[in-house]
Structures are given as structure tokens and as C-alpha cells.
């Protein structure tokens, strides 16, 4: 149940930073990822978020897994176009009658694709590690994304840990009960474990509504005020995006 930053989220030196200024400077560097050509700029984009999570002394256990299945996607793409994809042949295999081919440019072309993958990942890790759930919410409603998005998000996030711990209630009652003695129970306690989160997933939602609407809910979530923005916040972000602009450019 640890997945989540918000588990185990302490004073970090972004605790007290403007959410919206990192929302921005996350967007800019999203932006310089995508677009730029080559290996250097996402590999220091990488390096410095990895540097800023230790720095905020994130388990290691939680950044394996959060960036175990990006770098998953990562191989398998870099595997595809290496060998299906490109001109310039590296080698040639026999194997059995079948041919494989390994070509330079699709390696190339996949290792770039890769580190894009592994950079914005790590933007975006980040993000989530420096920032409460309730303040990045607060923070796209100042740059006016719609209410009704934002509403779904926030009831999203807030019932992912009633309906993980309801999970962990059936999952536990079916191993005391021998449901994962073999394959067979197994899949079928599975089965029945996913069933029954998607009943109390319809519950709980029937159950919200109700109280909302008596508590006299109008459709309008109040979100956390804005204050003002901190110039030396400002003027540090901006710094920042030069830096890395500067590196874009390279």
C-alpha cells in the first residue's frame, strides 16, 4: 500500500515550493524532452531527478517500481526497432532458418525514443514525489482546467486507497480460506476478488453521491486558495528552464 507518495511523504526541499511553479517547469521540461533529437538531454534530465528524489530520500523499493514498467516499455521498443526496423544491417543471424537482422539505425532510433521514455518518466516521478495529490488538483484549477476533470481526479485518488484496502480485506480472507492453494483457485479467487472490487466500487460511488447531494453539493468543489506567487520562486524556476534550455540547445 506504500505506492504512493503521500505514504510516505516528509519535509523535502520542494515541500514549501508553489505547486503551479512546478507544474510549469514540469511542462517545460516535458516540452524540451519531446522534442529534442539526440541521447545528452534526457539522460541529465534522468540523472538530475534521480539526484533530487535521493535528495528527498524516496525509497529505493518505490523508485524501482515506479520506473520498472516505463523501462519495460523502453527495452521492448529499442528490441523492436532494432531488429524490425531500419536499413543499415549490423549483423545478420541464421537461426534455425529463420533470419534475424539487426539494424544500426533502428537501435539509433529506439535508444532515442528510449531515454525520451525514461526522462519524462522521471519529470513526471518527480513531480508526484514533490508535490501532494490535493496541491497539483489546486494547482490545475489555477490554470483553469476544467472543474468537471478535476472533480473526477480528486474522487479518482481518493477512492484508489479505500478500494486498495478493500482489496487487501477480500485478498487476505481468500488466502486464509487456501483460494491460492493452486492455479486453478487461484484464478478463480482472482476472479471473484476482482468482481466484487468493481460492485464496491459501485457502492461506494452511489453511496458519495447520496451524501453529497444532501450535504447540499452543487457541483462546485471549493479547492485550496492561491497565494501569491514568491519572487525568488519565480525567479529560480526561470533560471532553471534557461539552464536546461541551454542544454536543449547543445
Not at 508553489?18 to 514540469?26: E, G, I, P, Q, S
Not at 480528486?154 to 480472507?173: G, T
Not at 460511488?205 to 444532501?214: G, L, R
Request: aromatic letters at 12%; charged letters at 15%; a positive charge.
Amino acid at each position: 500500500m506504500h505506492v504512493f507518495p503521500e505514504r510516505f511523504k516528509k519535509t523535502h526541499i520542494f515541500s514549501d515550493a508553489d505547486a503551479r511553479l512546478k507544474l510549469l517547469v514540469a511542462a517545460g521540461l516535458l516540452i524540451m524532452i519531446l522534442s529534442y533529437r539526440g541521447f545528452l538531454f534526457p539522460l541529465v534530465v534522468s540523472a538530475v531527478s534521480l539526484i533530487l528524489c535521493i535528495r528527498m530520500k524516496v525509497p529505493m523499493k518505490i523508485l524501482i517500481l515506479r520506473f520498472s514498467e516505463p523501462a519495460f516499455v523502453a527495452i521492448v521498443l529499442v528490441l523492436l526497432k532494432f531488429f524490425f526496423s531500419g536499413r543499415a544491417a549490423l549483423f545478420t543471424i541464421n537461426l534455425f532458418g529463420l533470419v534475424i537482422v539487426g539494424h544500426t539505425d533502428g537501435l539509433i532510433e529506439g535508444l532515442m525514443i528510449a531515454t525520451r521514455i525514461i526522462g519524462a518518466v522521471s519529470v513526471i516521478a518527480l513531480l508526484g514525489f514533490a508535490t501532494p495529490f490535493n496541491d497539483v488538483l489546486s494547482g490545475l484549477s489555477w490554470f483553469r482546467i476544467p472543474k468537471g476533470l478535476i472533480e473526477i481526479l480528486m474522487f479518482a485518488y481518493r477512492y484508489i486507497f479505500v478500494l486498495l484496502e478493500d482489496a487487501q480485506v477480500i485478498y487476505n480472507a481468500q488466502k486464509n480460506r487456501l483460494g491460492y492453494s493452486s492455479i486453478r483457485r487461484g484464478l478463480s479467487s482472482c476472479g471473484i476478488l476482482a468482481g466484487s472490487l468493481v460492485l464496491r466500487a459501485f457502492d461506494h460511488s452511489q453511496n458519495s453521491t447520496t451524501a453529497m447531494v444532501q450535504r447540499g453539493y452543487d457541483g462546485n468543489m471549493p479547492l485550496l486558495a492561491h497565494k501569491p506567487f514568491n519572487v525568488a520562486e519565480v525567479a529560480i524556476s526561470i533560471f532553471f528552464l534557461l539552464v536546461m534550455g541551454v542544454l536543449w540547445k547543445l
